[in-house]
């Protein structure tokens, strides 16, 4: 158990709707990443929160939204979805000078 | 960006040796580290290095050259278990942490 919790595990739903993802990242750790893997491929950076505060852009949608909350777990909004979106969204937290530790994911399927 | 390159896949026999190399742009450079994940599971930490040199870990090992920017992970007595992806992660300033392709390594019977 890496201490990083996903929910939810699964999500199947329809094009042209809205998810939010969850991810509460391990005790005391302010950094959380956010990685889409779609099937076959490698981790896609999408978005890096550091305290509360956006620290890094990778090639995320404009469709897609992020935040951390005071509390510092994460949402991940995707909307307007599309068969394409299917895949494995990654969550990932990290201390200062340490590595990251994943979350089990969420396997996002649109239909 | 900053790229990160590593071979697509690799083949191996069990109980042999392999070499997964990874390169990248050294601007920045705070640390890499190497994963592995298995297909539908979430990546595993295996190794950090910051400084030139080799970590060995048991059957693993990793080693840098920040001035080349350069790293390589060696799997040593390979085993079916070591079948998955590897994947090359480098932290660079800001505490972003960027992931190569991956490398796919089969090991074979």
């Known amino acids: 158990d890496s201490g990083v919790t996903q929910t939810p595990k699964h999500l199947i739903t329809a094009t042209g709707q809205r998810v939010t993802l969850r991810c509460s990242p391990r005790?005391?750790?302010?950094?959380v990443y956010w990685y889409q893997q779609s099937l076959d491929q490698g981790l896609q950076f999408l978005i890096q929160?550091?305290?509360?505060?956006?620290?890094a852009k990778g090639n995320i949608l404009e469709r897609f939204s992020a935040q951390q909350f005071p509390d510092l777990h994460s949402e991940l909004n995707l909307s307007s979805l599309e068969l394409g979106d299917s895949a494995l969204y990654f969550c990932?937290?990290?201390?200062?000078?340490?590595?990251?530790?994943f979350g089990q994911g969420t396997r996002l399927t649109v239909v | 960006g900053q790229n990160i390159d590593q071979p697509t896949e690799m083949t191996a026999t069990e109980g042999a040796i392999v070499q997964i190399n990874c390169t990248y742009q050294?601007?920045?450079?705070?640390?890499l580290f190497w994963y592995q994940q298995h297909a539908g599971e979430a990546p595993t930490f295996l190794s950090y290095n910051v400084l030139d040199g080799l970590e060995e870990k048991g059957r693993f090992s990793s080693f840098l050259s920040r001035s080349k920017g350069y790293s390589y992970l060696l799997l040593k007595e390979l085993q079916m278990k070591d079948s998955a992806s590897y994947l090359c992660?480098?932290?660079?300033?800001?505490?972003?942490?960027?992931f190569g392709g991956g490398t796919r390594l089969m090991v074979k019977p």
């Open positions: 005790s005391g750790d302010l950094s």
């Open positions: 990932a937290s990290q201390a200062v000078n340490t590595e990251a530790f």
């Open positions: 929160y550091y305290n509360g505060e956006e620290r």
């Open positions: 992660a480098v932290k660079y300033a800001g505490n972003m942490l960027t």
């Open positions: 050294t601007s920045g450079f705070n640390g």
